[in-house]
Structures are given as structure tokens and as C-alpha cells.
């Protein structure tokens, strides 16, 4: 099966279940597979010009327009939404179903809650976070860490840091992506509360990686649980 994948978690997952997709995004972390562009500006064309048997792509990554460009071409999608665990074992087996793979089940560890209240900023000018209805916030909650922006009304919500301060975070949670934070940027944290750099991709890819990942960030975070 030709299979595309516009989503790094997808194409994580594939190569993980032995299934090497022909072609994926350049932020898939996959130089040695055939790119067509980003997650936000796929190279229609050049997809459709690979005529795969199936396009994977996720409402939280992809736009709603090239999914409309994809399928106007005729093209078999495979359109995913994963915010949380629960919607993450929903859409794994859709995804095994759909490229003839027996899903396996990922025993989600069980861990101790950490118990703490923690901002986690995405980017910088204007300071971003992640709200509620995220995978990351999920995730953070599973391992007993209460989000500060969970109450937002958006799901990436802009604040300036006294407002995170007002928050009242125990702990700041610095992840590798999508910005990339410098230790100049942590500093402006001191105020407010302990920083601590985690992998973006263990809090935001999900798949295939997200037991294990669970764990690293379960014990990335402990010494300040």
C-alpha cells in the first residue's frame, strides 16, 4: 500500500508498525523519505501525482482546504483528530484498519500524580500556551499535572507572563517545539516558577511513542513533583 503522511505522529506510528510511508511532511523528521511540503502547505500536486492508495492527515495538524483539495482530486484520506488518550486509541485503530495493520495495545503506564500546576508556553511574542482541549494538556493531566490555561477559551491562548503569574504554576514546562526556548528565554521565568526543558515530541507527537513518552516525561518531571 502507498501510503502519505502529512503528520509526524502518523508518520512515527507507520514506521514504528513496519509500514514505510512514500512520501511525508518535511517536519516529519525523515530525511532519508520523499517530502512534499509542510503540514500547513502540502505540495498538492506532487501527491497527487504519486497516486498513493491513502493520505493521512489530522484535524489538529492539517488544513481544512488541502483536505478539500485532496479529496476534490479523488484521493483516499484518512482524516484523524486526536486530543487526548481516549481519541488517540479511537484513531490508532482507524489508522491500523485502514493500512491493514493489526493495532497493537499500548498499556498506558501508571504512575504516581505529580500534582502540580504548570504553564507550558508554545511560543514567544506573543506568549502562547496550550489550552484544554489539546493532546499535551491531556497527557499533562494523566500524569497528575493540572494545565493553568486549561480554563482558556481558546485551545493556544495568548497571555503575557504576568498573567501566568497570576496563574500561580508551580512549575514551568518547557518543550523543544514548536519553539525553540534559549536559556535567555527561561530566565524570564525565574519569578514565576522552576523551568524545566522536556522533548516537544514526547508532549506533543502522539502514536505509537506515547506510552514510553508518558514515562519520560513522568520522570523528567518528578524531582519537582
Known amino acids: 500500500m502507498k501510503v502519505v503522511s502529512l503528520v509526524p505522529s502518523v508518520t512515527e506510528t507507520l514506521s514504528a508498525w513496519g509500514i514505510t510511508p512514500i512520501a511525508c511532511t518535511k517536519y516529519c523528521e525523515r530525511p532519508d523519505l520523499h517530502h512534499v511540503g509542510g503540514t500547513k502547505n502540502p505540495q498538492v500536486e506532487a501527491i497527487v501525482a504519486l497516486a498513493p492508495d491513502l ?16 479529496t476534490d482530486a479523488d ?3 484518512l482524516a484523524l483528530d486526536v486530543v487526548s488518550l481516549k481519541s488517540l486509541d ?6 491500523a ?6 493495532h497493537p495495545v499500548h498499556e498506558v503506564p501508571q504512575v504516581l500524580p505529580l500534582n502540580q500546576r504548570a504553564f507550558v508556553p508554545i511560543w514567544r511574542r506573543p506568549w502562547m500556551s496550550i489550552g484544554a482541549d489539546t ?17 482558556s477559551e481558546s485551545n493556544y491562548p495568548v497571555l503575557d507572563l504576568s498573567t501566568v503569574a497570576e496563574l500561580r504554576p508551580n512549575l514551568i514546562i518547557v518543550p523543544s517545539e514548536p519553539y525553540e526556548f534559549d536559556d535567555a528565554h527561561l530566565e524570564e521565568f525565574a ?3 522552576p523551568a524545566v526543558r522536556v522533548d516537544g515530541r514526547d508532549l506533543f507527537w502522539w502514536g505509537a511513542r506515547t506510552p514510553e513518552a508518558m514515562q519520560r ?9
Not at 493520505?55 to 485532496?70: G, K, M, P, T
Not at 479511537?90 to 489508522?95: K, S
Not at 484498519?97 to 493489526?102: D, I, L
Not at 499533562?140 to 486549561?150: K, Q
Request: hydrophobic share 45%; aromatic share 4%; net charge negative.
Open 55 to 70: 493520505i493521512v492527515v489530522d484535524s489538529q495538524e492539517n488544513r481544512l482546504e488541502d483536505y478539500a483539495r485532496l
Open 75 to 77: 484521493l483516499n484520506v
Open 90 to 95: 479511537v484513531d490508532l485503530q482507524r489508522l
Open 97 to 102: 484498519k485502514a493500512v491493514g495493520h493489526e
Open 135 to 151: 493532546f499535551g494538556s491531556h497527557l499533562l493531566e494523566a500524569i497528575g499535572i493540572t494545565n493553568v490555561c486549561s480554563e
Open 191 to 193: 519569578d514565576i516558577a
Open 217 to 225: 516525561l513522568h520522570d523528567a518531571l518528578h524531582p519537582f513533583g
